[in-house]
């Protein structure tokens, strides 16, 4: 956690399960564990060796297992079919690097980079590639880097391909003097090693033929990209894309002249206010709606205490709720606090990771989804700047492809690791008698302790039961089945609560979704919104429905905008773990998102060329800057030579661009 040990477990995940068993962590086989306290680098092959081998015969031998079924036994083969791992873990496992200027795992090669002399960073930007070949953007050598482009998408190297490249590094030992070794090359060179190594993985007869070897990590990508977009809106010191370096080094590209950096007399430099940038009171109105979420339980932590309106800024925010964050709320949150032309794309990044991340996905979808987000990411290509697209921003390209091979994302992510990761730890932890939060002991005694009373009650002679109280003995035997109201009930895998045991809790279980034409509307990007001043019934009328079916209820929850009075965006949410196993024909009207299911679609196919971009706001102030720290920044620019190794190496403790902030909050 916020340690300085870096324990590393290899966990294999059995796929023949049904889905709601799949990814469990009763189903999880914790294969080994790397100890630390340093990363082990490329040399995790090392580690892997032993679980390689017993691979190889499962594929080449199998073991003698038992069908309890038909009461057989047979021999039992097993395959390996990608890994799941974070972005470091991507390179130490494959031998690619996923830092400098190759940085992209699947463009490879073709990766398309720009170093940015003033932010001492490298951006990939350069999606128009995978745009139609007649797309007007294409042409479009003003918005974009100055130039036109007609190169077609790169394509993502077959294993074959790859084991040629690394045929010179096989038997070597992978250390630190042979990766510092192959990572001497210039961008350009064609007999260039970019490989650190050929992966163990390829000694496995079948891995060179895998369409999908490694995954690209939609948790943690989804993270990164959602703390890029929150830094920059909200110019948090210290993360946000947007400082006077990114204005330098538009100027040095000699693009969005609006957004340069203006000189205001001798000492003084202005930088325009973009239109990404939000005032004072933006900032308090977008922060507000997040402050005032109530989520139903287990849908996320309290994001309200990650909320800090005095210093107009959010933090502390877990992977999960991340997840929420770009796929539910973010775009409810940016209704009324930017320009169209800013929100809508915003807009359009969320609802690709809801599709994304959907239980249910279709090859057509997945391919109309690649081109959306191409378009999505061009566009955004022309508001933002260019420190904005690190890697984790740019392999959003290629999440829709990989799912093409994959299956739906929650069979390929790490959030089940990782969470079972939390728990070895957790108990780790309480054998060495070490400091345990409340809420993991209260959390582990609500799951035990019901059936330790039941067992113990059940297990009790007929005179030491007849000790017990009657409700005690009633409570341990079975439920009492006369109950005739409860403030809560669980119904479909959703739990619902009154509205007046809910009033002072964090959460919200109360809102059942009706259908009515009362007191309902849908604004302009698509939001479903209901005033409750406008009721349909209050229940005091004889033909007012005042009951719903169990088996027919579905759930939602309100977030409300204090800047769109009487009005509440409505969020409908799913049960994570109900699934549809197949019984009959899908639905046309279940998106079978993993989570939430509402998101504003009707954007989605307005024309992606249409907007009118004014990059710099001209009725706000622009932020001045002593001239001082541009000189000295230009001067040392100017100065020193930077070489393409001083930034392509394998120290990602200091790499800015891979946030993986979760792991360090208490």
Not at 290 to 306: M, Q, T
Not at 603 to 622: C, E, H, K, T
Not at 631 to 658: L, P
Request: aromatic residues 10%; neutral net charge; hydrophobic residues 35%.
């Amino acid at each position: 956690m916020s340690t300085t040990q870096s324990t590393w477990p290899v966990v294999l995940v059995p796929y023949n399960l049904p889905p709601w068993m799949c990814m469990k962590r009763s189903s999880l086989i914790l294969s080994l564990v790397i100890p630390g306290p340093t990363s082990p680098g490329i040399a995790i092959d090392t580690y892997l060796q032993p679980l390689v081998e017993e691979l190889r015969e499962l594929w080449d031998v199998g073991v003698e297992s038992f069908d309890a079924s038909s009461n057989t036994r047979f021999q039992l083969r097993a395959a390996l079919i990608w890994t799941i791992n974070d972005f470091p873990a991507y390179a130490d496992i494959s031998g690619w690097s996923t830092k400098g200027l190759f940085a992209c795992p699947s463009c490879m090669f073709d990766t398309e980079s720009y170093y940015l002399k003033h932010g001492q960073k490298v951006c990939y930007m350069g999606h128009r590639r995978w745009l139609d070949n007649d797309h007007e953007f294409r042409e479009d050598d003003i918005n974009f880097e100055g130039t036109k482009e007609f190169r077609v998408a790169p394509m993502t190297p077959s294993g074959l391909e790859i084991m040629r490249d690394a045929k010179n590094l096989v038997g070597r030992c992978p250390g630190k003097k042979h990766q510092a070794l192959y990572n001497k090359r210039k961008k350009g060179e064609e007999d260039a090693c970019v490989w650190k190594k050929r992966s163990i993985l390829f000694t496995l007869l079948y891995w060179a033929d895998q369409k999908l070897c490694h995954n690209i990590d939609v948790m943690h990508t989804k993270k990164n990209v959602t703390d890029n977009i929150m830094a920059t809106l909200l110019d948090l010191a210290g993360k946000t894309k947007d400082t006077y370096r990114a204005r330098l080094d538009l100027k040095a590209m000699g693009i969005r002249s609006e957004l340069h950096l203006v000189h205001k007399g001798v000492d003084k430099v202005e930088m325009p206010v973009a239109c990404y940038n939000m005032t004072t009171s933006e900032k308090h109105g977008f922060l507000q709606v997040l402050k005032d979420v109530r989520v139903p339980d287990g849908y996320a932590s309290n994001i309200s205490r990650r909320v800090h309106l005095k210093e107009r800024r959010i933090s502390g925010l877990k992977s999960h709720d991340d997840h929420i964050l770009i796929q539910q709320l973010l775009p409810i949150a940016l209704r009324r606090s930017l320009p169209s032309q800013v929100i809508r794309p915003l807009i359009k990044l969320s609802c690709y990771f809801h599709e994304i991340c959907s239980k249910t996905l279709t090859v057509l979808v997945l391919e109309n989804l690649g081109k959306d987000i191409a378009a999505t990411l061009c566009k955004l290509e022309k508001i933002f700047p260019p420190s904005f697209f690190t890697v984790m921003v740019h392999v959003v390209m290629h999440l829709a492809r990989e799912a093409k091979f994959g299956r739906p994302v929650h069979y390929r992510w790490m959030y089940p690791i990782e969470s079972m990761h939390k728990h070895v730890i957790e108990d780790e932890l309480r054998k060495a008698h070490r400091r345990i939060t409340d809420g993991v002991i209260h959390k582990h005694y609500m799951e035990k302790f019901c059936g330790w009373f039941r067992d113990l009650v059940m297990s009790m002679s007929d005179a030491d039961r007849q000790k017990l109280s009657v409700t005690l003995s009633t409570i341990g035997a079975c439920p009492y089945s006369r109950a005739k109201r409860m403030k809560h009930y669980v119904t479909n895998g959703l739990k619902f609560r009154t509205k007046d045991s809910e009033k002072n809790k964090k959460t919200q279980n109360s809102g059942v979704d009706i259908h009515s034409s009362r007191g309902y509307k849908i604004d302009e990007l698509g939001f479903p919104l209901v005033n409750f001043t406008r009721l349909i019934h209050v229940g005091d009328e004889l033909m007012d429905e005042l009951y719903v079916l169990a088996s027919e209820a579905s759930q939602v929850f309100y977030v409300e905008d204090k800047r769109d009075k009487d009005w509440f965006v409505v969020v409908k949410t799913k049960a994570r773990d109900v699934f549809d196993a197949g019984s009959g024909p899908l639905c046309e009207d279940d998106d079978g998102d993993t989570y939430c299911e509402n998101v504003p679609y009707n954007i989605i196919g307005d024309n992606a060329a249409s907007d009118n971009i004014g990059l710099a706001r001209p009725d706000v102030q622009g932020i001045t800057i002593d001239a001082m720290v541009i000189k000295e920044n230009e001067k040392a620019v100017n100065g020193d030579f930077i070489d393409d190794n001083d930034f392509i190496d394998d120290d990602y403790d200091n790499n800015e661009e891979y946030s993986d902030n979760e792991y360090n909050d208490d």
